[in-house]
């Protein structure tokens, strides 16, 4: 299933086309992630706490990755333009022919025959916990006072800088995040003037510096101080470039029916603030120019975002419209008004789960006794409520104080906490 893979001691980077993962039409979305388990362990980002530069680009192909397989349980998907995910892998150390033996010696399987291997080894939670379950628990106890660390790093850093926040884009472990608000805190005294400029922002660690499209500060983490320095700098220019974003997206809505464009940080990958900006100025034009005739305020309400990896128009599941940015004119017109009473209702039901979630999780994390219980972004709120319902029918002792991620996957992370996979198995 896996093409060109070698056998090396700890650390590889391969690049798997996406064919060679996905038959499309063999494979459903559920049956997708169970067949690549076995590959989500080899590159799961939270066995690369001592590479961050190489979690990041797992993180950054997973996410991707996940978007496709979701695609391909939504009705017409048609395939994919070819593209190429880069994986850095993480091999067995006290055996490296164990990859090899995994994957087969030419590192070809056929996804029918991994399919079925995987299913004849479907393992399930209680069984899951009970081989992990002492292990998670004393990592988290080992991770306690750096948790406290962190917690008042992060309120010091706050109140001293006058932050809106401070947020992670990526899982890191939390030494590693104790690290960057230390640096942080090192540029604070080293640069106060040029920090000033942050009262009221929000900071986000991330892989490159500058401003994201939300309008958050985005300090790179390979990056040094000077970088940073750089970023806070220009924060005077980078309020005057989203002012002129907004008033884009404002034109924008009012030309298309009062629908709003919005950037959707979960979903979209991360864009800096001049990219989102020429991305707006450039779809702007194009429906200037097309003097398309939408009836005044008639999709207020609605949302719409734009990508420009996309040939056609989509409307996600969640209820937002996905418009390419080359979508020719007369085609957008066409879907978006086919399609609104559809989104409506996608939209309330969005809603509508997410009340319903915020109150499975509480109710959940409070009868097993969890000390948290949170989910990856790409966990849907429909398949984080299918989850919890089934927590909440079963016991779980071993849980009790523990922090639990819903996932795609089994995992114990470096700190101790448990991510099991949305759809888990009694």
């Known amino acids: 299933m896996f093409c060109h893979w070698g056998t090396v001691r700890r650390l590889s980077v391969k690049k798997l086309p996406l064919k060679h993962v996905i038959r499309a039409r063999a494979f459903s979305g559920a049956d997708a992630v169970n067949a690549l388990r076995p590959f989500y362990f080899a590159v799961h980002p939270d066995f690369f706490g001592q590479h961050p530069r190489e979690r990041e680009i797992n993180e950054n192909s997973l996410k991707r990755l996940n978007g496709y397989l979701e695609n391909l349980q939504k009705p017409g998907f048609r395939s994919f333009k070819p593209t190429t995910l880069t994986f850095y892998v993480r091999e067995k150390e006290h055996n490296p022919s164990d990859v090899q033996e995994s994957f087969g010696a030419s590192g070809f399987k056929d996804p029918e025959e991994e399919l079925e291997q995987a299913q004849r080894m479907e393992t399930t939670l209680s069984s899951w916990l009970d081989n992990n379950a002492e292990s998670a628990v004393k990592k988290l106890k080992n991770s306690l006072p750096l948790r406290k660390e962190l917690d008042r790093l992060k309120g010091e850093l706050s109140r001293q800088l006058h932050l809106s926040d401070i947020r992670w884009q990526r899982s890191w472990g939390i030494a590693h995040r104790c690290s960057q608000l230390h640096s942080l805190s090192r540029l604070a005294q080293q640069s106060p003037e040029a920090l000033r400029n942050a009262k009221g922002h929000t900071v986000i660690f991330t892989d490159r510096s500058g401003m994201s499209a939300t309008g958050y500060i985005m300090l790179g983490t390979m990056d040094v101080h000077h970088h940073w320095t750089k970023v806070f700098e220009r924060l005077p220019s980078y309020a005057t470039l989203q002012r002129k974003g907004l008033l884009l997206e404002d034109r924008i809505s ?119 219980l949170y989910k990856e972004p790409s966990v849907s709120s429909v ?39 949305w759809n888990w198995k009694s």
């Open 383 to 421: 398949q984080m409520i299918h989850s919890c319902n089934k927590l909440l029918e079963e016991s779980l002792p071993s849980l009790q104080g523990m922090h639990l991620c819903i996932s795609h996957f089994y995992s114990v992370l470096q700190d101790g906490d448990l991510c099991i996979p």
């Open 254 to 372: 009012h030309l298309l029916g009062g629908i709003q464009i919005t950037y959707m940080e979960d979903l979209q990958p991360m864009l800096m603030l001049e990219e989102y900006y020429s991305v707006l100025d450039g779809f702007y034009n194009r429906v200037r120019n097309s003097r398309l005739s939408f009836h005044p305020h008639s999709l207020r309400g609605l949302q719409m975002i734009l990508e420009s990896d996309r040939y056609a128009p989509n409307l996600h599941e969640l209820g937002h419209f996905i418009i390419p940015t080359v979508c020719d004119p007369a085609t957008l017109q066409w879907f978006i008004i086919a399609k609104a009473q559809q989104a409506r209702e996608k939209l309330k039901r969005k809603e509508e789960s997410k009340v319903l979630e915020k109150e499975l999780i509480k109710t959940s994390a409070e009868k097993l006794s969890l000390q948290r």
